[in-house]
């Protein structure tokens, strides 16, 4: 049975940084290609960051381009999202999902920038 379980969020002050992971089970990982989203109350759910299953580049939305680097790991299993230099506006639940002959989604963790 396929999941996927982040972890990393929390409270961060203006200006701090913040690593997310997420780790997946039961799915062949390496064949994935792997994304973050995110989600802040009132809005669309909206694409992050996405990195292929192997090599490529990895694509990045205009708000965090030079912020955020998304990495993976594939025999760990593990899809990280290291944030740099967060804005209250990056405030949102922050979810990984995994995209090949499906799609699977976490459940999500909460990223809180407020000083």
């Known amino acids: 049975q396929a999941q996927l379980v982040e972890s990393g969020g929390g409270l961060v002050q203006p200006g701090g940084s913040l690593t997310l992971s997420c780790l997946a089970s039961?799915?062949?990982?390496?064949?994935?290609?792997m994304s973050w989203h995110r989600q802040a109350p009132g809005k669309e759910r909206e694409l992050v960051a996405r990195?292929?299953?192997?090599?490529?580049?990895?694509n990045y939305a205009d708000s965090v381009k030079g912020r955020f680097t998304i990495s993976r790991d594939n025999a760990k299993k593990t899809v990280y999202l290291q944030m740099n230099s967060l804005k209250p506006e990056d405030t949102a639940v922050y979810y990984c999902s995994a995209e090949w002959n499906r799609a699977y989604w976490g459940q999500g963790t909460q990223v809180t920038v407020s000083s």
């Open positions: 990195i292929p299953s192997f090599g490529g580049k990895s």
């Open positions: 039961g799915i062949f990982f390496g064949n994935y290609a």
